[in-house]
């Protein structure tokens, strides 16, 4: 088993190696691929109540976990061809959407950054 | 910064109780906001032909190592809501994959599995 | 205004040739721009209840006007490259979808056709 | 055959009404679901060249034709549901795109409008 992030890309490398299938494998046909996977993972959410959707029977439970594998196994590859470090990534952009959405302003509320800026300045007779 | 799957997931755990986001954050919702960011991912390589995508500027590839992080910040929130390890899950689905796409058949095809059997069976005189 | 189908198309033919796009057109980005175009639709709705996403304000209406019409767009221009009639296609569909899904066995459940066949033949005593 | 926009609008709420699917055609459902079918067509693009998705087999053609209805039917949908004119909007915004890319500056490029107009700017010696 492949433990880490670094573990996993390295056995992605080999998998398309041994497939010759680097011809495919550009960053824009995997990011096309990973829509597709993230799409097939949505699909399953699709006609469930939001409910639902946090209590999966088993079986369902098995599949989405499949499509979230399909999902990160496009990702690390994307993130490998464009030397990319994913966690590292992860941590900044974390940190850009602390700032992006202070914990004060973005309390229970799903406006996005830019409508929350808009309702604060409101709230302050900034400009409407 | 969080070095690990597992920082990263109790780090994002913070984040969302800090804003009293967990509301919004049925996996139904998160699999919607994985897809929209994936196609934003895709959005810098729609019109770029696939030599572009290997070569990206250095702002642009920020733009998309950006994107890169929100796809695995979400699919790190669906995972631990799911309680899904997304490592193992992800080693499991490699080891499909392995099966579904032997490396003699698969070689230089970018075909799925089924056409790929349907192809071998008639090489081999199977049923058409 | 263009009043039909066949009118848009045109227009987008026009619009494409007066901007040098044609290179850019190929089914396959055309079929990418379509996803990310369904996508930002989509992102209007992710946060919303469904209760909510059926009595949009007016500005985010006019908002979700505008990708509903980029969909189309995009759609109609696939459609035109590959020489398919949108509106012959989708009574096509529909009537698969009927045989698929027939009124008496769907009525009321989200379930898909597989899932229905199997719950039918769990009924009439038929292979598990 | 329903010959128009509006007699397939008809026809999809007859076919969801005998079904009793209202109840999960909320908009935010039906944009998924969308967005799920056309992944589902960009999956059969994902992995040919530009050049073999301009020229597709007439098997590939007809599996692409059944995806471009569904993304039609899932549209008209969400519109009807909205309460959207699909052809006006798509009229409007194509008038709306008409003024964001105008032809001599968009000519050759697919650059977005806020890049064509730095672009143009710094030609004009405009804030770079």
């Known amino acids: 088993m492949n433990t880490t992030i670094e573990s996993l890309t390295q056995a992605l490398r080999r998998f398309a ?3 010759d299938w680097e011809q495919f494998h550009s960053p824009k046909n995997l990011a096309a691929a990973l829509t597709v996977e993230a799409a097939e993972l949505l699909e399953h959410f699709q006609w469930l109540t939001e409910e639902q959707s946090r209590n999966l029977p ?16 496009y990702l690390l590859q994307i993130a490998d061809k464009l030397q990319i470090d994913v966690i590292a990534a992860a941590n900044e952009k974390l940190a850009l959407n602390g700032a992006k959405y202070p914990a ?25």
């Open 58 to 73: 088993a079986d369902k439970r098995a599949a989405v976990s499949q499509e979230i594998a399909d999902v990160l196994l």
């Open 17 to 19: 190696a041994e497939r």
């Open 104 to 128: 004060a302003q973005a309390r229970g509320s799903s406006a996005k950054s830019d409508e929350l800026r808009r309702a604060q300045e409101e709230v302050n007779g900034g400009p409407s």
